[in-house]
């Protein structure tokens, strides 16, 4: 049941957060560099948007994998050990994460990056 | 093997899902490049922005854009009682998400013509 | 009328490997039944047809089977009705079940998964003299579950019994369903418990291939659904059903 509340939670989330992306961040469709990314996500609120994105996705990626294979008679005996494998990886990928959000930093040595 | 509108929906829905996933690790990975500095983060992108993958991009927009519309329709079905419409449901949503691909997928492959 | 072929999905444990196609030729009437035409394939053309069929009218659920690709009850269904236009059928057993023979498959998975929910009315412990008094509209919420005949369509219909044995089944929850949405019954909340493990309600992806299948047009997807919103207020159906079995035995007003 917490799995299923997990997957439901995070679709709606994702409903939201997946539309902002596609249209804000991707369309139109432009040549990715670093400078250009950096226009938007020099905003707080953008850091904070992507960050909340990418703990649902997180949460919906592990539960939809786990609850594929759990669904297979044979895995079904690795449910605990799954289960703690995908909170592993999960704590894993958002701490990368994050760090990847707050990676977009305008650089320190001011030079190359100042209009 | 038990053919039906259901269990095609189901397989579209699980297939799509399993690539969203491997799909979002290896993003995290590209994007995570941002992690070692702006020149890092242009190489790396920049491999992924050639043409190839622009095409692919678009699968990987009918893909989200599937996924996301069935994630509706099952929000749908669990909060109001309409498994009568079941058929009808599932076209619909299947139109829309083929109209939706067309539409956001023609100006990527404007991009990715020219240039 | 014309001939009529029966392709039947053979197999014989003792000497085949693989289940192949057996092809009948017959001449149906018009109102011979899928069930008719095995009878005919076996009473004139090979005795070792082998299909279960007990009542032939559609309430003993022996007879289920997978015709042309959908689960569906053969002895109320007109052969007329399923041949294509080369005048072909195609019978095969009950799909993702072990074939013990032909057209017979092993159903225990479909009986151990039906024990497992406690099918049967846990009444309260005073029983009224006379009788349980129950309103109509407490009787329309069941939704009919109570005329499923236990075939097995749905069963095998489903996409993720394909998968796992483990799940318990559209025709258990749909009996779980009626169980718990009975006024009568005393233990709502603990089947609920019950069957929202990881083998429960949640295990239900909605491909609706049950409520396709059902012979009897009883909707197990639903059934499914509302067992899942119970489930999330377990206190208060329990709590509602004491208070409503304080009045069993007295007659309901009818607006
Ligand atoms: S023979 Fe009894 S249901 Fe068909």
Same mark, same amino acid.
């Given at each position: ?11 709606? #989330? ?37 960050? #909340? ?16 294979? !759990? ?5 079904? !005996?690795?449910?605990?050990?799954? #289960? ?8 894993? #990928?958002?701490?990368?994460? !994050?760090? !990847? ?15 | ?115 | ?255």
């Amino acid at each position: 049941m917490r799995i299923f509340l997990m997957q439901r939670i995070s679709a709606i #989330a994702l409903l939201f957060f997946m539309t902002i992306h596609m249209i804000v961040v991707h369309y139109p469709p432009f040549h990715i560099d670093f400078s250009r990314i950096l226009e938007r996500m020099d905003q707080p609120i953008w850091k904070a948007i992507d960050i #909340a994105f990418l703990f649902f996705v997180l949460m919906h990626a592990l539960t939809g994998v786990y609850m594929v294979i !759990t669904d297979v008679e044979r895995f079904g !005996t690795f449910k605990r050990a799954l #289960a703690v494998l995908a909170v592993v990886i999960g704590i894993v #990928a958002f701490v990368y994460g !994050t760090m !990847t959000v707050m990676a977009f930093q305008a650089p320190t040595t001011a030079s190359a990056f100042v209009p | 093997m038990y053919k039906s509108t259901g269990f095609i929906s189901f397989l579209l829905r699980r297939v799509t899902g399993i690539a969203l996933v491997l799909y979002l690790f290896t993003h995290m990975w590209v994007i995570g490049s941002a992690n070692s500095g702006a020149d890092v983060f242009d190489s790396r992108l920049n491999f992924f922005q050639s043409t190839a993958f622009k095409f692919a991009e678009i699968a990987l927009l009918a893909a989200v854009i599937y996924h996301g519309f069935d994630g509706i329709r099952l929000l749908i079905v669990h909060y109001f009682n309409v498994t009568e419409y079941r058929k009808s449901l599932f076209y619909a949503i299947f139109a829309a998400s083929v109209l939706l691909v067309i539409a956001g997928g023609i100006p990527i492959l404007l991009f990715a013509l020219e240039g | 009328m014309v001939t009529a072929t029966i392709r039947i999905q053979r197999f014989n444990p003792d000497v085949d490997k693989k289940p192949h196609i057996g092809e009948f030729h017959l001449e149906p009437d018009q109102d011979t039944t899928i069930l008719d035409a095995l009878q005919m394939s076996k009473s004139q053309q090979d005795g070792s047809v082998t299909f279960r069929r007990s009542c032939r009218h559609a309430i003993c659920g022996s007879c289920a089977m997978n015709v042309n690709g959908s689960n569906m009850l053969v002895c109320n269904k007109p052969l007329a009705a399923v041949l294509d236009k080369n005048r072909r059928v195609t019978i095969r057993p009950l799909p993702y079940l072990p074939i013990i023979k032909d057209l017979v498959v092993d159903r225990s998975s479909f009986w151990e998964q039906y024990q497992r929910v406690k099918p049967w009315l846990i009444p309260p412990g005073d029983l009224p003299e006379k009788e349980f008094r129950v309103s109509p509209e407490e009787v329309e919420a069941l939704n009919n579950a109570e005329t499923c005949i236990m075939c097995g369509a749905c069963y095998s219909a489903c996409q993720v019994i394909g998968m796992t044995k483990q799940y318990i089944g559209p025709h258990a929850l749909l009996k779980a369903f009626l169980r718990v949405v009975d006024p009568r019954d005393t233990e709502p909340g603990e089947r609920l418990a019950n069957l929202s493990g990881s083998d429960g309600v949640y295990r239900c992806h909605t491909i609706f291939n049950c409520i396709d299948a059902c012979p009897k047009d009883l909707n197990p997807t639903q059934a499914i659904e509302t067992l899942r919103k119970l489930a999330q207020k377990r206190r208060a159906l329990d709590d509602a059903r004491n208070e409503r079995q304080k009045y069993i035995e007295e007659p309901v007003s009818t607006g």
